[in-house]
């Protein structure tokens, strides 16, 4: 079983930057895909992006691509968003999704999830 825990949220400006952190701990982080969903109010929770455990398989949502980048640091057992030219329709509560020896990319697929962080977007 794994803890997840998000940090990095805030309230920023359309244009801006912002990286989201996520740090995993109770079982072997390395044997995890890892991912991230978003969920804006009144809406479904939608993939964003994901990490394979072997390699890099990184994989977006088009609404993100080109403009976000996921990442991870098995030594700090920690997946990180990266995300720039944040635009107002990017606001929503992220959430870091893990499962172990598995893609990421739907709902279904996830195992475990964080608790969530807000990321609110101003124009």
């Known amino acids: 079983q794994v803890q997840l825990v998000e940090s990095g949220g805030g309230l920023v400006q359309a244009g801006d930057s912002l990286r989201l952190s996520c740090a995993a701990s109770g079982s072997t982080f390395s044997n995890y895909g890892m991912g991230w969903f978003r969920q804006a109010p009144g809406k479904e929770r939608e993939f964003v992006a994901r990490i394979g455990w072997i390699g890099p398989s990184r994989y977006y949502s088009d609404s993100v691509k080109g403009r976000f980048t996921i990442s991870r640091d098995n030594a700090k057992n920690t997946v990180y968003l990266q995300m720039n030219s944040l635009k107002p329709e990017d606001t929503a509560v992220y959430y870091c999704?893990?499962?172990?020896?598995?893609?990421?990319?739907?709902?279904?697929?996830?195992?475990?999830w964080g608790q969530g962080i807000q990321v609110t977007v101003s124009s």
């Open positions: 999704a893990a499962s172990e020896r598995r893609l990421v990319t739907t709902l279904m697929s996830v195992e475990y």
